[in-house]
């Protein structure tokens, strides 16, 4: 015998089990089913009937002077803006702060993720979190989220602030 024949003799031939051609026939009877419930109704564009969920084209109406107010929450960016400060100098933080958020003047901030630098890094976040109202009031309101948390990649004395604004004015 050659050694293909032997290598194959001594290999048990899978067989598909019972309950794999069970589930592969329940398959196949569920395929039948929906192919022949599609095929009992009438196709409603063949035969020239509108269709009841597409409502009739009308004439427009004239456009309102003013567009509505939108409804419901405001949208927040999906992109932050990122700068950062350095220092342990309240004041020297608000003003770094007021410098690095002037280009966005006029806008209100959604929320802010603050990352301080090193192992103390959440304490330093939330002193630079608690001076954010101190440096703009009008885009920092008192009751915006601000949450705290450390990067350990990051110097002392340091953060990282991510602001969100709303994409719409109040």
Known sequence: MTAARLRRRGRPRRRMGLMAL?????ADLLLVLALVSMSGQADPLAAGEPDPEVPEPTEPADPPAEPPEPEGPRGVERDPVQFEVRGTDPAWLVEQIAAATEAWEGREAAFVLTFGGSRGGTGYAGRVNSLLNEARPDMFSPDITR????????????????????????
């Open 22 to 26: 069970a589930g592969w026939l329940f």
């Open 147 to 170: 949450e705290d948390f450390h990067d350990l990649g990051q110097p002392a004395n340091s953060a990282r602030l991510w602001v969100y604004f709303y994409t719409a004015p109040r």
